[in-house]
């Protein structure tokens, strides 16, 4: 968003420190000027803020026509590599893998902590056991692009919020394998979600959106109704409810095209996995 310039260019040289081939690097500013890059680095500025997955999608398409790369690479631009093997661990992990589709890096604050909702598993349990997961954490993941050709693009008109677990779910659904790996590590500034007005309108729009586009029919109800229960049981603010549930309705009266039910071979295979699509 351009207002970061201090954080990104530590984040630039820590890209710039890791080990091996260097990698093919590309900035997205989103209706922002960017500000001067290191030599080697690309600028791609979009003439407006298409939110998270469209950007990222413009992103992709970038890096598809002009550096032919095989996997992309997502970080935000206050993280930092603190690692010089990242990129390394990254590149063998889908060379000794063919079925590996998606790698969700571990993300740590300024003191070394994993918050319980940056570990894709339920129950948050220890964020130093690697496994292969349901989701994948938009901040700091690896894709690999021949997935994205196969199974398309994040959904744009989610603007923020669930595009990484819709992605997930039609990567799954085509046979992939998403891993979280906890020795792939991004340093980020611990922050809040809840601290933007729309957090709980979208997160509860794109819910919605998610199960209408991708659950088996007798599943939306009750992802719905159990995702309503925990949002209630957390007590979020009244001025947040009101916006979750606003939002909630907002999903359910709009649609999000196209709706591809997943099979019910990935429901069971998401269940095996700890996580079946109805929590």
Same mark, same amino acid.
């Given at each position: 968003?351009g207002d970061?310039?201090?954080e990104l260019?530590?984040?630039?040289e820590?890209?710039?420190?890791?080990?091996?081939d260097p990698?093919?690097?590309?900035?997205?500013?989103q209706?922002?000027?960017l500000?001067?890059?290191p030599?080697g680095?690309?600028?791609?500025e979009?003439p407006?803020n298409?939110? $998270?997955?469209g950007?990222r999608?413009?992103?992709?398409? *970038?890096?598809?026509?002009?550096r032919?790369v095989?996997?992309?690479?997502?970080?935000?631009?206050d993280?930092?590599l603190p690692?010089?093997?990242?990129?390394?661990l990254?590149?063998d992990?889908f060379?000794?893998?063919?079925? !590996?589709?998606?790698?969700?890096? +571990?993300?740590v604050d300024?003191e070394g902590r994993t918050?319980?909702?940056?570990?894709?598993? !339920?129950?948050?349990?220890?964020?130093?056991r690697s496994s292969?997961?349901?989701t994948?954490?938009?901040?700091?993941h690896a894709i +690999?692009?021949?997935?994205?050709?196969?199974?398309g693009a994040f959904?744009?008109?989610?603007?923020?919020a669930?595009?990484?677990?819709d992605f997930a779910?039609r990567?799954l659904?085509?046979? *992939?394998? $998403?891993?979280y +790996?906890?020795?792939?590590v !991004?340093r980020?500034?611990?922050?809040d979600p809840a601290?933007?007005?729309t957090y709980?309108?979208?997160t509860?729009?794109?819910?919605?959106?998610?199960?209408?586009r991708?659950l088996p029919? $007798?599943?939306?109800?009750?992802?719905?109704?159990?995702?309503?229960?925990?949002?209630?049981? +957390?007590?979020?603010p009244?001025?947040?409810?009101?916006?979750w549930?606003a939002?909630?309705?907002?999903?359910?009266?709009t649609?999000?095209p196209?709706r591809r039910?997943?099979? *019910?071979?990935?429901? *069971?295979r998401?269940?095996r996995?700890?996580?079946?699509?109805? $929590?």
């Open positions: 968003m970061r310039s201090v260019r530590a984040l630039l820590s890209v710039a420190a890791q080990e091996g990698a093919k690097v590309v900035v997205l500013g209706g922002v000027q500000p001067e890059l030599s680095v690309d600028a791609v979009l407006e298409l939110g $998270i997955p950007g999608n413009k992103g992709v398409e *970038w890096l598809r026509d002009h032919g095989d996997v992309v690479v997502v970080l935000d631009d993280g930092l690692r010089t093997d990242t990129f390394r990254v590149r992990a060379a000794n893998n063919s079925r !590996l589709g998606v790698v969700s890096f +571990r993300i300024e918050a319980r909702r940056h570990v894709p598993r !339920l129950g948050a349990s220890d964020p130093l292969e997961v349901t994948f954490l938009g901040g700091a +690999r692009m021949s997935v994205i050709d196969q199974v959904p744009a008109s989610f603007f923020y669930h595009e990484e677990t779910w990567a659904d085509a046979g *992939w394998e $998403i891993h +790996r906890a020795d792939l !991004l980020h500034p611990r922050t601290r933007h007005a709980y309108r979208l509860a729009r794109n819910r919605v959106w998610l199960a209408k991708h029919a $007798i599943l939306v109800p009750v992802y719905l109704a159990s995702w309503s229960a925990y949002t209630v049981a +957390r007590r979020p009244l001025a947040g409810l009101k916006a549930w939002g909630f309705f907002e999903g359910v009266r649609s999000c196209p039910p997943m099979q *019910w071979r990935t429901v *069971w998401m269940a996995l700890g996580r079946p699509p109805v $929590i």
